[in-house]
């Protein structure tokens, strides 16, 4: 069923647990996310980034739609790091249930008001908002940002910018980046930070960059024939922890790509004279749901739709 993406995540933090936010950019790896959350009777989260709207076109966001309509558990269709005003209307059109505005590049005055701006829009039509204070490290479709340039949130902030736009739920910056490479060894989580925030903000909390990147993952991806440097993910106990202390929506993302595409280069490496795409894309599928239901189970979701 097609829901907000508030009424999943209120329900999330008020029982302390974590839903996650899948993106997808095509037919794959939509249905490898829903069919994992109707397996694990769990509330998602389908993200969609304006580069995943921009490949998909029409025919991804009307399939992602109509599919969260005739799924069998609550599924919120979301606007992933939205940059501006007409791309969030071009996701209300579409019928998304939850948009992201991503200001936290601008300064606080600028993030509140174009926050504000998209909250009104948003809030007229019944879709729920998330805004994001502080900035993170790595890439993200169009965010770049560097090491020295990320900011964590500052608890004090976070609760004045909350009561001024009126964002449903807040991504935070407490140490997570974007992408394959979060630094060597284990990145530092400031959890005390967070616990600070959530004191001060009720609403549900967000964790961007959150993706494991598992070693098995990196090491199938390489034994395949793909290059990838020094990845490093989230470690599964400072996730767990976050969500204790009041994060209810995880994004996952690099760990569907490294699954994907470490699947279709086994097969093809196996079998060089095929060419019938079902043939690879098909287990590159299986291979991201099984990703997408081993998070659910870290998430603690599973069997709470």
């Given amino acids: 069923m097609l829901v907000t993406g508030l009424e999943i995540l209120k329900k999330a933090r008020a029982e302390g647990y974590g ?29 969609l980034s304006e580069g995943a709207m921009k490949y998909g076109g029409r025919a ?33 059109r579409a019928g998304f249930t939850s948009v992201m505005i991503d200001k936290s590049h601008e300064d606080f005055a600028t993030n509140v008001r174009e926050t504000r701006r998209v909250v009104e829009a948003a809030h007229a039509v019944g879709v729920t908002v998330e805004a994001e204070l502080g900035r993170l490290a790595g890439i993200e479709e169009h965010v770049a940002v560097d090491e020295k340039d990320a900011l964590l949130t500052n608890p004090e902030e976070a609760k004045r910018f909350m009561e001024e736009t009126g964002a449903d739920y807040l991504a935070v910056a ?9 630094g060597k060894g284990r990145p530092f989580i400031d959890h005390p ?12 909390l967000v964790l961007h960059g959150a993706s494991a990147v598992p070693p098995e993952l990196v090491e199938r991806f390489r034994a395949a024939g793909g290059e990838i440097g020094e990845a490093t993910g989230i470690h599964p106990e400072d996730i767990k922890k976050a969500i ?13 790509r490294l699954a ?38 870290l998430f603690g979701s599973v069997g709470k739709a």
Avoid: C, W
Wanted: net charge neutral; proline share 5%.
């Fill in 19 to 47: 839903v996650g936010a899948f993106n997808v950019n095509n037919m794959e790896f939509l249905q490898a996310v829903l069919e994992a959350a109707e397996e694990a009777r769990s509330p998602v989260m389908v993200a």
């Fill in 60 to 92: 991804l966001t009307l399939l992602a739609v109509e599919l969260a309509k005739e799924a069998r558990v609550p599924v919120a269709v979301h606007l992933d790091h939205g940059s501006s005003y007409e791309s969030v209307l071009k996701a209300l």
């Fill in 174 to 182: 407490i140490g997570t980046s974007h992408g394959a490479y979060k």
């Fill in 193 to 204: 930070r967070l616990e600070r925030i959530a004191a001060l903000v009720p609403a549900p």
């Fill in 244 to 256: 204790a202390l009041g994060i209810a929506k995880i994004n996952t993302d690099t760990d569907l």
């Fill in 260 to 297: 994907f595409t470490a699947l279709i280069r086994e097969t093809l490496n196996k079998a060089p004279k095929e060419f019938d795409p079902r043939k690879y894309l098909g287990p590159a599928r299986e291979a991201v749901k099984e990703v997408v239901k081993s998070r659910m189970e």
